[in-house]
Nanobody
């Protein structure tokens, strides 16, 4: 298991940018497939972005494609979500997730149940 802690959330005006960070600790000697999810009040947790274990492939929800970028720095055991051109509908608690279970090196995981480690979440609020 790996422990994850998100940071970087906050209040931003529509059109602004934020970069979320996800710090990994514990058994982080291996690379993991990573994901970002979000949950708005009264809604289900939804997929935002995924990064393959290899780091070579990414996938995004249609609602954030072209605006958000997922990345990872293995040397620092960090994952990031760069969010640009933010919209009020991006307001949510954002969670990073890691998949330690072995899988395809280039596989992208977009479902909650495919991840086995989660952070506590960081609030992102976009004001109109």
């Amino acid at each position: 298991q790996v422990q994850l802690v998100e940071s970087g959330g906050g209040l931003v005006q529509a059109g602004g940018s934020l970069r979320l960070s996800c710090a990994g600790s514990g058994r982080t000697s291996s690379n993991y497939a990573m994901g970002w999810f979000r949950q708005a009040p009264g809604k289900e947790r939804e997929f935002v972005a995924a990064l393959s274990q290899s780091g070579a492939y990414t996938d995004y929800a249609d609602s954030v494609k072209g605006r958000f970028t997922i990345s990872r720095d293995n040397t620092k055991k960090m994952a990031y979500l760069q969010m640009n051109t933010l919209k009020p509908e991006d307001t949510a608690v954002y969670y990073c997730a890691a998949r330690a279970t072995s899988g395809g090196l280039h596989t992208l995981y977009t479902k909650n149940y495919q991840y086995d480690s989660w952070g506590q979440g960081t609030q992102v609020t976009v004001a109109s």
